[in-house]
């Protein structure tokens, strides 16, 4: 039955890993769309939205199935939660893919605004945490999902500078008031993504210590901005 | 056992129902700030939502307390789990409403944009779908949850009015862009709330039907936008 119950869990983290390489794709591919005014490789991202759904039901029917079955107890339960709430975080990072890839369709027509510098890193430390803090669920590495939380910091100021930049953009040239409305919810959503990366590694700190980081000062997640 | 696991699921199912009513507060405090200019009540918004948290966890402790020991199967499994993800949006919305309150503070000083008659309108939608979610999970009314998913598109309306009106208002007034970007992203949290009633609706029709509704095309859920 142990046995069982450890091969049925190996095939969740499995399941769970494969959503995460979808969720990573769509995120890069969103922004690179919004980088290159490029309306089909953003269709494309909307378009495989619905692969990610169907992989988040997926899990979530391997978790009830798991707990009816084998009915565990201690830490094999906790990991079962957290799996639930982490496909949850993967399935609503999916979903912001999209919105960015929405925008990114609207921004492909003149008149165009132009993308910051900083999105870039922003992209990248964002998918940064998306990694690191499945690499810290599958082996249950608490420092490493400390590491994420703090990185958290590094997406906010991106996103701050980026705000900054695009709100003087937009008093110069009200011409670009729609565009720049645009781009700043392409910007807040990939900044959103960042926070369920933040979600994630404060799922694995409390699967691994029992202890619920989450509200608590050293790991506080920002209120949404 | 029977008999232990039905009290322990109606004490859990209080503690959901006060969080929900602590929620449905703060996201009403903070658009009453928001629309009164008023810092103190954005403050005590941003105050409150330490409680929310903390009964999040108490909620979500609650939930592995009672899989451990009544190892519940088919309806109370999914009960549970659908206790345990709505927690997790009530939580949210906490955190949202938080994210209005810091709006509000910011926009309590000049110079100042005019707060839409609309937002009202949208308030009171949102608001409603919140407490009908929750009763359709109390009374696991199915045509109640799909009431609420077809609310969003009302939420979403007014939300795509008031976006309109105030991209014209930046444009008009480049001096207000600051004051109309804190007023978009309050209008957006709002609208994000309405999404996690609608999370919970759709919550509700899986544990009553057993029916995964969430990615389905008659009650999908708008990607954010």
Redesign the interface.
């Known amino acids: 039955m142990a046995k069982h119950m450890q091969r049925d869990l190996e095939k969740l983290q499995g399941l769970v890993l494969k959503m995460a390489g979808h969720v990573e794709g769509a995120i890069y591919s969103s922004i690179r769309a919004l980088r290159d005014r490029d309306p089909d490789a953003a269709k494309r991202v909307?378009d495989g939205?619905?692969e990610i759904?169907?992989m988040?039901?997926e899990v979530?029917e391997e978790?009830?199935k798991i707990?009816?079955l084998h009915?565990p107890?201690?830490v094999d339960?906790?990991r079962i939660?957290a799996v639930?709430?982490i496909s949850?975080d993967l399935e609503?990072m999916g979903?912001?893919a999209?919105?960015i890839a929405?925008?990114a369709e609207m921004l492909a027509v003149p008149p165009t605004i132009s993308v910051p510098e900083r999105l870039a890193h922003m992209t990248a430390a964002t998918t940064d945490m998306v990694r690191k803090a499945l690499d810290a669920f599958v082996h249950q590495d608490v420092a490493a999902a400390r590491t994420v939380v703090r990185l958290d910091d590094v997406v906010d100021d991106d996103n701050d500078h980026i705000?900054a930049w695009l709100?003087a953009e937009?008093?110069?040239s009200?011409?670009l008031?729609?565009a720049g409305?645009s781009l700043?919810?392409a910007v807040?959503?990939l900044e959103?993504i960042a926070d369920h990366a933040t979600n994630i590694a404060e799922d694995v700190i409390y699967l691994v210590e029992g202890e619920?980081v989450?509200?608590k000062p050293q790991a506080i997640?920002p209120?949404?901005?």
Do not use: W, Y
Request: hydrophobic share 40%.
């Open positions: 909307t939205d619905n759904d169907q988040e039901n979530q978790c009830l707990l009816a009915q107890v201690a339960l906790r939660a639930m709430l949850t609503r979903d912001l999209v919105g929405e925008r705000i709100t937009m008093k110069k009200p011409d008031v729609d409305i700043f919810s807040r959503h959103r619920i989450r509200h997640q209120a949404a901005h």
